[in-house]
């Protein structure tokens, strides 16, 4: 079982906002966006929709809707991660607007057609009552008829797998993880130690992740009382196929 940890190192992304896109650097973004654009064409999406990227960290998924030609806003709590979203979409040339907002209570002052929270953007909720006031947000956000796709951790046997450890390279220097599951709390746990050797000191940086899972009915159940259709079901994520939800306003 996981130890206790204090809340406030609990998911906190500014401190890692500097290097996120490396530690990512194994997630194809770029093809995640195109395959799903693929999909949401078939349920309606039309190039030059307006799109609500949410949680969207340092625009990795925004971005590439950008360049599909759709008008995106990207939001995330983080303000460093946002940052660094802005500064890529200027050195890229695109028009994208970012803003901090809070997925439980997202307030934009607009409709969008279609809303994405992809790559675990959801998992870092830590109860049942969060993820249904996230969904409730995000249908607030949506125009009657609007798509909602989203990935998640699903409370099933291929989610849980034996604990390991790992390290990276990076720009600043290196990265360690240790990963664990807790069946009995349907959690994953991931430790990630950041050293960054800049100067005669290396700076450390200690940082937990939690990411609950959900049984499918269950989560399937939360999406439809939000006021949602079921178009395709969610499933397993894997790095080929995230296994993105997708929904209807009603």
Known sequence: MPEDVSPGRINDFDSVADVYDEL????PYERWVQELQERLRRWGLRRGDRILDAACGTGLSTLPWAKAGYRVVGVDESLPMLERARQKAREAGLEVEFAPQDLLSLDLGREFDA???MHSGLDYLQDDD???RAFRS???CLRRGGLLAFDKCLDEPSFY????DDAR????GSAQFQYRWDRSRRLLEQRCTVLRKRGRSPRRTDVVYRLKAVPPDELIAMVLKAGFALLEAPRPFTIPDP???IFRAI
């Open 24 to 27: 990512v650097s194994w997630a």
């Open 169 to 172: 390279r990076l720009s600043c």
């Open 115 to 117: 809303a994405i929270c």
């Open 243 to 245: 296994g993105m939800g």
């Open 130 to 132: 969060g993820l249904e």
């Open 161 to 164: 797998q034996d604990d390991y």
């Open 138 to 140: 995000l249908r607030g």
